[in-house]
């Protein structure tokens, strides 16, 4: 899909610096992929107080329920 978008000066001039002229469709969509990717890989856990991960070093043994 094409689209224009507004790009500040100085970020301009920084991609063209590292990436060069020529990709910086390439580039842009690089950055944008792997920001909205690790927002997606986020875990559920601790989302809700009762997804919270439980710590198995305070757990109690069938032992310990029978006294």
Do not use: C, Q
Not at 32 to 57: C, E, I, Q, Y
């Amino acid at each position: 899909m094409r689209t224009t978008i507004e790009i500040n000066d100085d970020i301009y001039h920084n991609i063209i610096k590292a990436y060069g002229k020529r990709k910086i469709s390439i580039t842009i969509n690089e950055i944008l992929a792997n920001h909205f990717k690790k927002k997606r890989g986020k875990s559920m856990f601790g989302a809700d107080p009762w997804l919270r991960k439980v710590r198995t070093d305070d757990l109690r043994d069938e032992d310990d329920r029978n006294t």
